[in-house]
């Protein structure tokens, strides 16, 4: 893949910020998200700037990817509010996803933390 342009990792954040702000006034109001705490982790542009791709972590047990389909089915709201907020030539068509790098990191930190793990490491450490 190859890699955001400065460009667009600034149009990224200025959606990432915008879109938070918009999540936090609370106006969305979808079963999917009753009493869920959604926080917006990244926004990845495209190189036209016409589309993006939020990731989206939510607080405790709740499932993200419910909550990222509520947040697809509420897209064209906050598509239209992010229009408001935000100064660009397009304003992005919206595609929320369940960001799944805090299970991964989760999961190394479980792995890392195993008996047979640690020994190995700790006898690594004695080799230097």
């Not at 906050?78 to 595609?95: A, S, V, W, Y």
Request: aromatic letters at 4%; a negative charge; proline letters at 4%.
């Amino acid at each position: 893949m190859k890699p955001q342009s400065q460009r667009q990792l600034r149009a990224g954040e200025l959606v990432r910020r915008a879109v938070s702000d918009i999540l936090a006034e609370g106006h969305i109001h979808d079963p999917g998200l009753a009493g869920l705490s959604v926080t917006v982790t990244e926004a990845r542009v495209s190189p036209d700037l016409r589309h993006a791709t939020v990731f989206i972590a939510v607080l405790g047990q709740a499932d993200v990817r419910q909550a990222a389909g509520a947040l697809n089915r509420a897209a064209g709201y906050i598509q239209k509010q992010l229009g408001r907020e935000i100064d660009m030539k397009f304003t992005p068509k919206l595609n929320f996803v369940a960001d799944e790098s805090f299970e991964a990191a989760q999961h190394v930190d479980e792995v890392l933390a195993r008996p047979g793990v640690q020994r190995d490491l700790d006898h690594g450490d004695e080799d230097e």
